[in-house]
């Protein structure tokens, strides 16, 4: 098992910028590959950024040029820098880990719960 923990999310005016963290634990070594994922209100959950073990990323169109995944293995700690954020990008945002991670979120085998990250205009 991996337990993932979020944090970092909060209320920011649109412009302004925000670093989530997700913090691994268990059986970390089994789900190589983190990513974070969205859900606004009233809409599905959607891709956010993916990066493999070795650091390969991926980002969704949305949030590219303004979004940087990174991680820090020897903390198993993956963080989402958001910068330039806009009142669109206002959803819960989950962390997600897996032996891989698909955009449409196939592969994931372990959610965190989320953090509310609100972006006023």
């Known amino acids: 098992q991996v337990q993932l923990v979020e944090s970092g999310g909060g209320l920011v005016q649109a412009g302004g910028s925000l670093r989530l963290s997700c913090a691994a634990s268990?059986?970390?070594?089994?789900?190589?590959?983190m990513g974070w994922f969205r859900q606004a209100p009233g809409k599905e959950r959607e891709f956010v950024a993916r990066i493999t073990w070795s650091g390969g990323t991926n980002y969704a169109d949305s949030v590219k040029g303004r979004f940087t995944i990174s991680r820090d293995n020897a903390k198993n700690t993956v963080y989402l820098q958001m910068n330039s954020l806009k009142p669109e990008d206002t959803a819960v945002y989950y962390c997600a880990a897996g032996g891989y991670i698909t955009r449409l979120g196939n592969g994931v085998d372990y959610w965190g719960k989320g953090t509310l990250v609100t972006v006023s205009s």
């Open positions: 268990g059986r970390t070594f089994s789900a190589p590959t």
